[in-house]
């Protein structure tokens, strides 16, 4: 028993030196805002992603393949004035993700890992989007809580 014990410690020990740690820190996203007149959000599509399964849940998973020249948003949504929303993504490149108000207001972070919490959204009714600005298609995973 104590040789295994022993073995598994030099394991341990040898498995710290071989792969050296990796520190992740958490870096703050610059919040843009925006018009959805703006040239910078006229695409030529934008389709509606819906997931009925995660109608009633407050974490929504993103699994989607977004082409090129393509905004993919949610139905609409309502959020309490002074609300939060978030949302953490791996991205296969940058894009912009944000929120799109019923008025036409835009809020949205850019970059290939999105972690940014989106704070005192007015009241009103909003949709989640991703926008590819690319010409090749992206993959996006990850969640959004509302």
Partial sequence: ?????????????????????????????????GYITDEEFQVILEEEISNLVTARMSAYPIDWEVPGDTRYATPYFYQEEGSKFAVNAELSKS????????????????GKTVSHTFKNIEK?????????????????KGYYYR
Avoid at 11 to 20: A, E, K, N, Y
Avoid at 95 to 110: A, D, P, Q, T
């Fill in 124 to 140: 009103g009714y909003y949709k989640f989007f991703v926008h590819n600005k690319n010409e090749g298609s992206v993959t996006v």
């Fill in 1 to 33: 028993m104590k040789v295994k014990l022993l073995f598994a410690a030099i394991c341990m020990m040898l498995c710290g030196i071989v792969v050296p740690s990796t520190l992740v820190s958490a870096q703050e996203m610059e919040e843009k805002t």
């Fill in 95 to 110: 894009c912009m993700v944000g929120l799109i108000g019923f008025s036409g207001v835009v809020r949205y972070v850019e």
